[in-house]
């Protein structure tokens, strides 16, 4: 069975960063896609950035140039490298993996628990 587990979060200054971390395990044989995404309060759960396994990336408009993706194949990790960081950063962040192959099947995606980030001075 596959697992994430997010690591990493915590509370962050105004203009200061955060590295969150995402570990999947399971028997795993590949990953295509990684994605971080994000709810706040009250808020819907909303992409923040992804990867795929060729180290295609893309990011919410709101953390370009602030917050970089980057994954670790051999070691079936993604992370989140959070700079500058501002209030409305505070949520929870997700991890998710998409497109995962296993030695005995394949699995459309798995979420991990997330990890709480907040923002604040």
């Known amino acids: 069975q596959v697992q994430l587990v997010e690591s990493g979060g915590d509370l962050g200054q105004p203009g200061g960063s955060l590295r969150l971390s995402c570990a999947a395990s399971?028997?795993?044989?590949?990953?295509?896609?990684m994605v971080w995404s994000r709810q706040a309060p009250g808020e819907e759960r909303e992409l923040v950035a992804q990867c795929t396994s060729g180290g295609s990336t893309n990011y919410a408009d709101s953390v370009k140039g602030r917050f970089t993706i980057s994954r670790d194949n051999a070691k079936n990790t993604v992370y989140l490298q959070m700079n500058s960081l501002k209030p409305e950063d505070t949520a929870v962040y997700y991890c998710?993996?998409?497109?995962?192959?296993?030695?005995?099947?394949?699995?459309?995606?798995?979420w991990g628990q997330g990890t709480l980030v907040t923002v604040s001075s």
């Open positions: 399971g028997n795993i044989f590949s990953i295509h896609g």
């Open positions: 998710k993996a998409t497109s995962i192959a296993t030695m005995t099947r394949m699995y459309p995606e798995v």
